[in-house]
């Protein structure tokens, strides 16, 4: 009997999967069946001219440092160099509706029942479901198969909202900072739960990158990593400052953000010492940073992610200009990542 053609993935022709790394992406073989049917988006951090292997049969283009330097100009300041943060130049020159973005040390969990995630295919599902966040559901996302609203929740509000962010979780080496690494070296995340929600208006959380979907039409010029890494004075930040900037805008037009399912396999955990002296400066400034974002409002005529980011840089360089200047530089590298965002999106100025 012939096997029955597999289905067509989700939004096939409509996603991209974007990928920072430094090296070959022997990683890649064991998403073979999630990602072959995808475009993918490689940013090579660090020395161009390393050769960067990539596994047989998988589309994809890649970009280096030079490639960047030669398409943004003197723009290119704005994209961070040897730090994951590269990887929003990626986002840049996608021409897709969707982005996920993967860390290249993340590989594919299993459920309980010993079943292989495909992490994609969930976020697809929490990006086209709508999102809750004026009114908590107890009973989690309530679009799930099975779940519903429960008694209470306002009728008005049952429609819900668009969701521009996707955020997933990770099993095994737990995402902590250096100070919790020192002191939980062997700790690991085996606690799978099964659960999707929104995370509620007026609520800032920590976005990690390492296993991320988005709608990029729609939020893409908000999820700008920041200047990390080489020659700034901070590191791993970089998915938490876009993290906290795309919530506020959110939370501004009306939008929701999910978190919880899918959860991939983070397989190493990266050396605390190093991550101490990267995180060093963050881990005093966000004492600063958190407020900040907390009380911020963005004018009613900010009515597009540009608009409302450009607004945002203003605050940055008012407010948080007085703790370092490092976020007056920040905030400059703001707008000329809306600049550049703009002139490689020309249609997408008013979105």
């Known amino acids: 009997m012939a096997e029955a053609p597999s289905p067509t993935p989700l939004l096939k022709d409509e996603l991209d999967i974007v990928i920072p790394t430094i090296r070959n992406l022997d990683f890649l073989e064991m998403w073979r069946p999630f990602f072959q049917p995808y475009h993918l988006i490689i940013v090579q951090d660090g020395d161009p001219s390393k050769t960067i292997k990539v596994p047989p049969g998988f589309d994809f283009d890649l970009y280096n440092r030079n490639d960047i330097n030669r398409i943004l100009g003197p723009k290119a300041s704005c994209i961070s160099f040897k730090d994951s943060a590269c990887r929003c130049f990626g986002y840049m020159v996608s021409k897709k509706k969707y982005i996920f973005t993967i860390d290249d040390d993340c590989f594919v969990a299993k459920d309980p029942s010993g079943k292989q995630i495909n992490a994609l295919e969930q976020h697809i599902k929490n990006i086209l479901s709508p999102s809750t966040p004026f009114f908590f559901n107890t009973l989690y996302d309530p679009y799930r198969d099975g779940a519903d609203f429960v008694r209470g929740y306002p009728f008005s509000l049952r429609e819900g909202v668009p969701t521009v962010v996707s955020h997933g979780l990770w099993l095994n080496i737990p995402d902590y900072d250096a100070p919790t690494q020192l002191v939980k070296p062997l700790e690991r995340n085996t606690r799978y739960v099964d659960a999707v929600m929104t995370i509620p208006k007026g609520t800032l959380f920590p976005m990690c990158g390492m296993n991320l979907a988005f709608n990029r039409e729609l939020i893409g010029p908000a999820m700008y990593f920041g200047l990390m ?70 004018p009613m005529e900010c009515t597009t992610v540009q608009k409302c980011y450009i607004e945002l840089s203003k605050q940055v360089k008012e407010k948080l200009g007085k703790v370092d200047p490092y976020f007056v530089k920040l905030a400059d590298a703001m707008v000329t990542w809306i600049e550049a965002w703009d002139e490689l999106n020309p249609s997408g100025n008013a979105a």
């Open 229 to 298: 890494g080489d020659g700034q004075p901070i590191g791993r930040y970089d998915d938490m400052w876009a993290g906290w900037c795309t919530k506020v805008i959110c939370d501004h037009l009306g939008w929701g953000i999910k978190t919880g399912l899918p959860y991939i396999w983070h397989s190493k955990a990266s050396n605390p010492f190093v991550n101490l002296k990267k995180e060093y400066n963050g881990i005093y400034w966000q004492e600063e940073i958190i407020p900040f974002f907390q009380s911020l409002t963005i």
